[in-house]
């Protein structure tokens, strides 16, 4: 029975998805490649970037004809103006959309861009309601670094609404090393908190019928994130089952929350905080409940020590039954697991009613009484200290987290000792969650043998400037294939880091005569390198790294997984990379014609070349480095999307992936061996 219900819900499944794709993707798929006058109204905030701006649109017609999508519209004004609810009418080029999980747009359900081309009108128009919570989560933003300004003020700006934009680099470290990154999320934690807070001090009925609308409020001031929405639709169903004198079953409340939100975004499930979110609820709702009234036996009685041992220690099985299934997807996703997360929360939680109560008061209280704003901000400020202390000092542990092979072992231990006790209950409910511990702790250990035995490569830009970096086993190296300042190194370092799970650079290769400029991050050092090589004459002019190491032209050198070489010419060098499978060649500060003359002069072959956009400007000498390197796969490092208008595609038959401003590609690179022509 239970495996026939199991293929009903995935024919079912299956068949609502074909359905989905039929009315909803495939009629903007038929839309790629159309240009047209796109009357569209803005869903959030323009963004400006370097060189070009973009902004979050809701498309409503294309030439007087309707339409109904969501995409990204990319404009030519460097830092346009544009809030939620404006309506504008643009001449746009549809394209698709990058489908990578990491740029958002398949999360989103987006699959086509729109690139503005001609003359952009804004129409006059009424904002609708929709447009409300993206204004009041920046007005909020506003108030919290007007009264807290600094670190305190993103903290509380990250707790209430979910945006992070205002983080320092090193406090976005921090959150992430002590496992204390869920804080700056609203999730099931902050909607939880909010309606147990209500119901305490106004009971059942009536704390319900203010907790709700709070919820509701926090989940839109959010931006409707899976999280939030599974957090919400939980709070729906427990307050009804309380006012109903109903049980309350939380694994159908999850299956229900689950239901609701991929029937209205089916690919949300290729959301990193959907899977970590429903796998923490699904810890609460099955092992909680067990756990809780184990400790009630354990310790009966209403004395005071007795009620205090009962508290702690359901807190703590809170933290454990909530990381119980969302570790092992955590240690997946992010290639790191925090070793100070139990602690921390243990310590952090008691903190966040209050400060999650005293924010809302503050951003409802300073626009009509500003006096009891600025009370509430001095109340606010000692709380936010001492999360923000507890946060960092964890994060400054050296033994914070673990990153590689050691992940992954710790996962193993995880689920072996899991699979123990629950088997050790001898029951069919038990032996089953045996399994499929001891079947994650598989998976996971296949994972290490993956990891063990692949590099993987990314690809970074940074204003026209490439970022390459190798992990393996948690090893770090990079190499810098042009001029970037030392700010923007640190940005763009650290964003390509979060992806590959390290917490440093452990070798940086500077591979242009001007490489790095000598230009202080205005953060802390929070993307550190631990060895820093430069041509000689440069390293006189920085001091990034703890070791420092001059070279010559000619130099080759090994790095984790790998062995490379810097073949040089005046004004700049070649790099050649080699990694098992896979031999990556990169221009670094070098015209077309210098590039060719090395790929000539010492007959070099590659599977991927990376250039930067202005070899658009001499495609004749891009197609004779194409002919004679003969790669698989080019890569073009852009400052700005403008610059597919000049695309390098017309001269190389094989794939091309634009990389402009703050994007990245990313391959993982195993055997058999490629192509390439070997190191000279």
Same mark, same amino acid.
């Given at each position: ?7 009903? !819900? ?275 709702? !099955? ?81 009509? !009484? ?138 940086? !290769? ?171």
């Amino acid at each position: 029975m239970a495996l026939f219900l199991c293929l009903a !819900w995935f024919g079912l499944g299956a068949a609502f998805f074909g359905l989905w794709r039929a009315r909803q993707v495939q009629p903007q798929l038929e839309l790629v490649g159309r240009s047209g006058l796109l009357l569209c109204r803005t869903e959030d905030y323009a963004q400006a970037q370097d060189g070009y701006g973009s902004v979050d649109v809701k498309a409503l017609e294309l030439d007087g004809e309707e339409v109904r999508f969501s995409t990204v519209l990319y404009l030519k004004d460097a830092s346009p103006h544009f809030e939620p609810g404006d309506l504008l009418a643009v001449q746009v080029r549809l394209d698709r959309a990058p489908l990578e999980t990491q740029r958002g747009y398949s999360q989103k359900g987006i699959f086509l861009r729109a690139k503005q081309i001609g003359p952009l009108e804004q129409k006059p128009g009424k904002r609708p309601f929709s447009a409300w919570p993206a204004a009041a989560a920046k007005e909020m933003a506003e108030t919290f670094q007007r009264r807290l300004p600094g670190r305190k003020g993103a903290l509380l700006t990250g707790i209430i609404t979910g945006n992070k934009d205002g983080f320092t680099a090193s406090q976005r470290r921090e959150l992430n090393l002590s496992g204390a990154a869920h804080l700056a999320a609203v999730s099931g934690l902050h909607i939880s908190v909010l309606l147990a807070a209500a119901m305490a001090l106004l009971g059942r009925w009536w704390g319900g019928l203010l907790g709700l609308p709070l919820c509701l409020l926090m989940t839109l001031l959010a931006g409707g994130t899976p999280s939030a929405l599974r957090a919400l639709t939980m709070a729906v169903c427990s307050v009804g089952a309380l006012w109903l004198r109903r049980d309350r079953d939380g694994p159908s409340a999850l299956a229900a929350a689950l239901v609701l939100i991929l029937l209205f975004r089916p690919m949300s499930v290729l959301d990193a905080g959907l899977q970590l979110s429903f796998s923490a609820a699904a810890g609460l709702a !099955w092992l909680l409940p067990g756990m809780t009234e184990s400790i009630r036996r354990t310790l009966p009685g209403n004395g005071p020590g007795r009620r205090l041992a009962r508290s702690l220690l359901g807190a703590l099985a809170a933290s454990l039954a909530a990381q119980a299934f969302s570790l092992p997807v955590s240690a997946l996703v992010f290639q790191r697991v925090s070793l100070t997360a139990l602690g921390t929360n243990l310590l952090l939680l008691p903190l966040l009613t209050p400060v999650l109560t005293l924010g809302l008061l503050l951003a409802a209280l300073e626009p009509i !009484w500003p006096a009891a704003g600025r009370e509430i901000a001095w109340l606010l400020r000692p709380l936010l200290g001492l999360m923000d202390g507890i946060q960092s000092k964890a994060a400054s542990l050296p033994w914070a987290s673990a990153t590689g092979g050691s992940v992954f072992l710790l996962m193993f231990a995880f689920g072996g000792a899991a699979a123990a006790l629950f088997f050790l209950r001898k029951k069919q409910a038990g032996r089953s969650l045996a399994a499929l511990a001891l079947c994650a702790a598989l998976c996971l250990s296949m994972a290490e043998l993956e990891q063990a035995f692949t590099v993987r490569l990314t690809v970074a830009s940074s204003r026209g400037s490439g970022l390459i970096l190798t992990s393996r086993s948690g090893q770090v190296s990079a190499f810098c294939s042009g001029k970037m300042r030392t700010d923007r190194f640190y940005q763009t370092a650290q964003q390509a880091l979060d992806r590959l799970g390290g917490d440093r650079v452990h070798r940086l !290769w500077l591979t242009s005569p001007a490489g790095i400029g000598p230009i202080r991050p205005a953060d802390s050092r929070w993307a550190q390198v631990d060895w820093l090589a430069a041509p000689e004459g440069l390293l006189p002019e920085l001091a990034l790294g703890e070791e420092n190491f001059s070279y010559q032209s000619g130099g080759s050198f090994v790095f984790p997984g790998g062995k490379g070489v810097l073949l040089g010419e005046e004004g700049g060098y070649v790099l050649q990379l080699e990694a098992p499978g896979c031999v990556l060649l990169a221009a670094c500060g070098q015209k077309p014609e210098e590039l060719l003359r090395v790929v000539k002069k010492h007959e070099l072959t590659c599977d991927i070349l990376v250039i930067d956009g202005d070899y658009a400007q001499d495609l004749p000498r891009l197609a004779a480095v194409c002919q004679r390197a003969e790669p698989d796969l080019l890569i073009c490092v852009q400052s700005a999307y403008e610059r597919e208008e000049q695309t390098v595609g017309a001269v190389f038959e094989g794939p091309v992936v634009y990389l402009p401003d703050y994007s990245s590609a990313e391959i993982a690179c195993w055997a058999p061996p490629g192509k390439g022509g070997g190191l000279q």
